[in-house]
């Protein structure tokens, strides 16, 4: 229970520091597909704008919050699944779509690599794939993948990072911790936010 409370603390206090939605484009300009942009480990692409770093120690990623933001690809990579499922926050408070990304170049990481990328608690996703299926959807570093949801109540997104290609999050050994990944995007303190998405009109 101890947990959860922090994990609530930590999303809340973020979820204070405020964010706005980027602002809306006006009507009947045409809005090019939008690329999230570069984080402060310039290889990676920021996988919420306008979020705000809300992690707590004891989860299996990083929580950034937020409300109906868009999500995006950190990296070049290959759909394993976009789907509902993979999660088991699936209840009456919680938006259950999940996906995971096969990055094309893993990121080196201590003597482990990130070799997957997995987001979930999202409210609605762009691409569909279910897991297995053999449709091969390519993914651009920074390109949207969907809008982020809700798990207990409290609007993020859970970003996770996975090692050496064990996908089952069934270890610790292989699954990068909040602080981990908040130091691999480039060094985040908690409570700080993510640029918003900044909307190109054509
Ligand atoms: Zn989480």
Redesign the pocket.
Known sequence: MEMHIS?RHAIAAALAFGFSSSSAPARGDAVAPVLSERLKNPKLRSPLPGGVMAGYAG?????IGGASLSVHAIADGTLDYAERGHTRWTGPRDTAMSVRLALDEPIPWGKHKVTHVYYT?MARLDLQKAEGEAKVIRVAAGQRLGTSGT?NGIP?L?LGLLCDGQVEQDSWEFILR?NEVRKLLGGYANGERLAPLVARTT
């Not at 989860?59 to 929580?63: K, S, W």
Request: proline share 0%; aromatic share 0%.
């Open positions: 994990r989860d299996t990623g990083l929580d608690h798990a993020h859970h909040e």
